[in-house]
């Protein structure tokens, strides 16, 4: 055989072996490995039953992703994929028995299921999560599912990907029997069983219109935009009108489809990006970490309380600090209404629930902060007040223990200035709501340890979180861009656009919420006091935006306030407010501007070109390491579209040279806050995209 698949038979029964690490995709060598081995046992008379079975730590986690790259720019032709192997399966005269444990995902779960039986450990998953990557699935599963677990089920499982319990799988009947002990063991005595016996295949899906309709309002709902998702239905639902064989055509159309869309590279840019900001290049894998066994937080307000729930529902315990009790009191409340909801939704059990509130230790003193083995600061942003606060946990916190500071836009050089080891002192900065959003800006200071760097990296992901390492300047990469992004959102109502249009504009690209509304719903204070803070540092001359300091002005801070750039009725829905078109014509009349027309396209035009030439000199200037990680920040945290890739991916699929032109001619238009970044207009002079670009040895993040 070939080293990728061994083979051994002994008593009658067949053992095929999968052996590529990390998770036994189906890179090239496997399918044939596998179809060689099934054909040896095909052909020895001893054997009466095969056993197929992955070696490490899964089954099959699905075809290869890396491959996909090289088909769509031509290197490699596709050929017939896996059919050829799932018939040979699926024909075989010796049953065949899949035995998985890990994960069965994509074509793993296609394999599994052209084989006559499939067994499960009960911790291993099975699913079609090719959605995820903008496909769907592409070897047959969209017909052969429906034909085991019903239409209504499959085309859940192909539209959104989500992987599935054995047990769960184990009673829709795609499992055959859940195993206890130990897998080849179980597998081998199933296989002796059946062994000689053929089985029926399984009859075609009945007709269930209202499961494709409902599926595809959902769609509309929670994948606005992805074209896979639509695609996953529709094949799904060829199954239960066209025979298997024309079933699996359509299939083959709708994949190959996907295949060559952009979406689906922005996906698999972002899957293959979720991994590669792990990797620091001059933090190694094997830096020593700190245990995080203990944990305590400053501030109990929204965001306070947010990361204190990170832990708890990581199972580390955690003190709540708060200056009064009222403020306390406050704070935890909302958190026991925040867990409270989440019970009431089916979540989790009230018991999880109370275990959870257990972890968190309210209190109003530093009492216990000596035991913490990582203090995080999490108080408005007053840099007095961070290195009041600072100074202290140097007196207190342990040699060992984490600084870290929620800080959004405040420099942690200076923070960590106050104590006598700023090797220990980090950004952590979460984004709100920090229970529920992934992105974890990692700020690195000057002085902040490599160890110290590599614990925050692995606490990220035990906190379920995707950690991002960035340099320390202002608004560090995230909000710097955001900046300009809202910047400019503020210009274009200030030129003539209305409020709506440009929410509305953004979001039809596909953000979560138009750049207006996330004001509203951040608090359009927080950016108000900041300015405030930084006034030191306005450069005269320079167009200021106007809208949202006035708005401040007439206390409507956003939702929390009850408005802000709308109206917010008790549901929080959003309603135009004729005070706001009071107060922009009064601006447009106090800066003499005379309002025009502005389309849709100069809407999204603005707002992310102005995302990409910030983040091109973050780019250069070594504050994000690589662009990809840019996107992820972007995908993560700031409701940019997936199927996008994030905004550097954007542009390079725009093409360099395109997002420059228009960028000049928005720097002739509106003057110096538009100059390009000399690294944009060095790229596309190249002829090169920000995902080839590596930054050179003085990296800063
Ligand atoms: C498909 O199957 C289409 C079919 O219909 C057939 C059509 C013809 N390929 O995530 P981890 C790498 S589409 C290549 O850190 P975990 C990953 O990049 C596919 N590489 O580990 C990482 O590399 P590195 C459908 C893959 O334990 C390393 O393995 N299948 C693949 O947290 C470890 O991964 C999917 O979409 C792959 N398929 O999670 C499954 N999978 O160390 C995608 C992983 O260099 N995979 N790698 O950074 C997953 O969901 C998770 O990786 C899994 C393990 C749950 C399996």
Redesign the pocket.
Known sequence: MSDLVSYSAADGVAVITIHNP??N?LSPGVPEGIAASLAKAEADDAVKAVVLIGGGR?FI??????EFAKITSGEKKRGQ??HPLLYQLEESNKPVVASIHG?A????L?VAMACAYRLALASAQVGQ??V??G?I???G?TQRLPRLVGAARAVEMCQFGEPVKAADAAQWGLIDQVIEGDLLQGAIRFAREIAGKRREKPRAPEADPAAFAAAREAAKKRQRGLSAALAAIDAVEASTKLSFEEGVKEEARL?EQCLHSIQSKALIHV??GE?AVTRIPDVPKETATYPIRRAAVIGAGTMGGGIAMNFANAGIPVVLKETTQEALDHGVGAIRKNYANSVAKGRFSQAAMDKRLALITPTLSYEGFDQADIIVEAVFESMALKKEIFAELDRIAKPECLLATNTSTLSIDEIASVTTRPRMVIGHHFFSPANIMRLLEIVRGKATAKEVIATSMSLAKTLGKVGVLVGNCRGFVGNRMFGSYRREAQFLVEEGADPEAVDRAMFDFGMAMGPLQVGDLAGLDVGWRIRKEFQHLEVPGVRKPRMEDRLCELGRYGQKTGAGWYRYDENRRPWRDAAVNDLIATVRAESAISPRAISAAEITGRLLYALVNEGARILEEGMALRAVDIDIIYVNGYGFPAYRGGPMFYADTVGLPKVLEKIREFNRQHGVLWAPAPLLERLAEEGKSFGQYVKGENNNA
């Open positions: 990390p998770v995709a899964s986690a699905g075809a290869d992703i890396k994929g896996l994960q995902f994509g074509g793993g296609e999560p090719e995820k990557l496909l699935p592409g070897a599963g994949f899957f293959f991994r």
